[in-house]
């Protein structure tokens, strides 16, 4: 069973600060996804990757499939950024796995 | 275009009782998914439904049953519920399994 890691589990920043959240897999994937979920509970798909880079406004996930590891960058953060950001991994047999999520809060 | 809808957003069920949850898409995907949430934990999968047809069991089955009912719908049922079923429950649906799934809204189930 793939085990997914993300840290921090809890992320306070300042409005206009640079974001990083990390997630950690221990088996190989076909592909990663990071999702938003907003109080209230919806859950909103933000990237599917499975290798290099992707870019949607101000956010950037990135993932190093050697290292098993990948990166969702926030940049210039804003209030409305506040959620929890969940990563989920793609396996073989194209069941996803979750990690627990960061709860991010950005303050004004 | 609604996307991924589920009824009911909220429900108080006392143990022993039965219920079904509905979800539909309309975004003529053939892959759906039932998954928990629970404080704590990643979300888990309760079952699938890799196409019209066909459906599996997915990491927490047990207590649980699906039906898809045709391309659009699929639903969870709790046959005898337990208070260990109170969660968030989500459906989810894909084009296919390899791709981006998109999630409907939640029920919050309370079980007493």
């Not at chain 1, 949607?56 to 804003?78: P, Y």
């Not at chain 2, 969870?76 to 429950?89: D, F, H, K, N």
Request: net charge positive.
């Amino acid at each position: 069973k793939n085990e997914v890691e993300q840290s921090p589990q809890n992320l306070t920043a300042q409005e206009g600060e640079f974001i990083t959240i990390n997630c950690s897999y221990s088996v190989g994937i076909s592909a990663l996804h990071w999702l938003q979920q907003h109080p209230g509970g919806g859950i909103v798909s933000l990237f599917m990757l499975s290798s290099g880079k992707k870019k949607h406004g101000r956010l950037i996930a990135t993932i190093n499939i050697q290292e098993k590891h990948s990166s969702l960058h926030i940049t210039a953060s804003h209030p409305r950024d506040s959620a929890v950001y969940i990563c989920a991994v793609l396996g073989g047999n194209y069941k996803l796995t979750f990690g627990k999520g960061t709860l991010l809060t950005v303050n004004p | 275009n609604a996307g991924v809808t589920q009824t009911p957003k909220f429900q108080v069920l006392k143990t022993g009782q039965s219920m079904t949850l509905q979800c539909a898409q309309d975004m003529n995907h053939n892959s759906m998914y039932w998954y928990r949430q629970d404080p704590g934990m990643g979300l888990r999968l309760i079952y699938y439904s890799a196409s019209e047809g066909t459906t599996d069991k997915g990491e927490v089955p047990n207590g649980y049953n699906v039906s898809r009912l045709n391309k659009r719908e699929f639903s969870l049922r709790l046959e005898s519920a337990a208070p260990s079923q109170t969660s968030v429950y989500f459906c989810a649906s894909s084009e296919l399994r390899s791709y981006e799934q998109y999630f409907g809204p939640g029920t919050r189930l309370t079980v007493t």
